[in-house]
């Protein structure tokens, strides 16, 4: 066993927080996972990983375990992700995402945890106007999911510079794709991310794929995505964790590769994965989606060392496919 402290990774019964136990404990870090299950699954933490059930928005639950496992470094991966859910129910999102994100800086403050890395989002810049995006972008979010998260951004800031709480805030660019061993995968019963709905598509569970707007300024009309892999994204957030071991600075990280793909590039590429076609419709835009959306990756590979090891739109493809495949076996 490693002489690393524990990591706590909230939402690691969730998509990326799996992902991110996984490359924790090939990293040699001991993980405990705190999930509340509202849209994780208990299958998803290994058995020998300790899980916690329970919200992050409980401080005494919160206290017990930053105590008994000696955590020092937590990862925030808990929270609601929809951004149409997040307008309909916008006081449900800053509930889970600020006030419970708020509850957790405040016990690892008091806990004396030393790091914290966090999940954020490119949508904490709105509709950005120059490509590629940089972290000192101006952040606009249009949606109460982006603002929600911004706000938790700010609060780690602060709380960093009055009590010494070390943290990185990961802006994600579009996840996607699946463990390349089968692992872990995207289990959302309900999905709205375009490679996962693509998939579903691919094996019958879903007749056809929307095509939400072929009216746009790209190069096939189509909007312009920087789909990253869930494990180089969970492999940053072990280079984040490094980085704070060793003394780097506090700060906010794009992740995404630097270059994008259009609706119609990652249909594309669904259909050589699958080896046959998808029925596709176009319908009207969807309200919004910026026209294009890529990082710019400077930042996090200087200060960081992330090295990317699938920046490939067919292995992100193959392996999300694989892992729909994978689900539609088990369920039937
Ligand atoms: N998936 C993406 O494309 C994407 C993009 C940008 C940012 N993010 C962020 O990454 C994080 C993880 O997203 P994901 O795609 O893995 O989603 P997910 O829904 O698969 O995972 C979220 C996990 O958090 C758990 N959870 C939710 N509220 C909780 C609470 N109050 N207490 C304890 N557990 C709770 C859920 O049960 C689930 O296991 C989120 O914070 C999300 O905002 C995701
Ligand atoms: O069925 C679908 C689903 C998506 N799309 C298109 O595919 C692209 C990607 O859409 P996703 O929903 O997969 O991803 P987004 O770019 O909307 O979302 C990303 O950015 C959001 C904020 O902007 C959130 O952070 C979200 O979690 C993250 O995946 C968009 O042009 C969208 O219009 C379709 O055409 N059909």
Redesign the pocket.
């Given at each position: 066993m490693s002489g690393h402290a524990t990591v706590l990774v909230t939402g690691g019964a969730g998509y990326i927080g799996a992902h991110a136990v996984l490359a924790l404990t090939e990293a040699g870090y001991r993980a405990v996972v705190l999930d509340d299950l509202s849209t994780g699954e208990r299958a998803a933490v290994p058995d020998d990983v300790p899980f916690v059930h329970g919200s992050v928005g409980d401080p005494d639950l919160l206290a017990d375990t930053l105590e008994r496992h000696g955590v020092g470094t937590v990862m925030h991966f808990a929270g609601s992700?929809v951004?149409p859910e997040s307008v309909e129910q916008p006081l449900a999102y800053y509930r889970n995402n600020t006030l419970n994100s708020h509850a957790l800086i405040e016990a690892c403050v008091r806990a004396g945890v030393e790091r914290f890395i966090f999940s954020s989002?490119?949508?904490v810049y709105g509709v950005p106007d120059r490509m590629p995006v940089r972290e000192d972008s101006p952040t606009e979010p249009i949606n109460p999911?982006?603002r929600s998260k911004l706000m938790t951004e700010w609060m780690l800031r602060d709380a960093a510079a009055a009590h010494g709480l070390r943290f990185a805030a990961l802006r994600?660019f579009?996840?996607a794709g699946a463990d390349p061993k089968g692992r872990a995968g995207q289990r959302s019963k309900v999905a709205?991310?375009?490679?996962k709905?693509a998939c579903e598509a691919a094996v019958g569970r879903r007749g056809e794929?929307?095509?939400?707007?072929d009216d746009y300024p790209t190069r096939d009309g189509?909007?312009v995505?920087d789909y990253v892999h869930v494990s180089d994204l969970a492999d940053a957030h072990v280079a984040a964790v490094r980085h704070l071991e060793a003394g780097g600075e506090n700060g906010v990280f794009n992740c995404g590769y630097g270059h994008g793909y259009t609706?119609r590039e990652v249909l594309d590429a669904v259909e050589r994965a699958a080896g046959k076609p998808l029925s596709v419709r176009v319908v009207g835009r969807?309200a919004g989606?910026p026209p294009e959306?890529v990082a710019a990756k400077d930042r996090i590979v200087a200060a960081l060392g992330w090295q990317p090891r699938h920046d490939d739109l067919d292995t992100i493809v193959r392996t999300a496919l694989a892992w729909e495949r994978r689900l539609a076996a088990a369920t039937g």
């Open positions: 992700i951004v989002t490119a949508a999911y982006g994600y579009n996840v709205t991310h375009l490679i709905i794929v929307m095509l939400f707007g189509t909007c995505r609706v969807r989606d959306l």
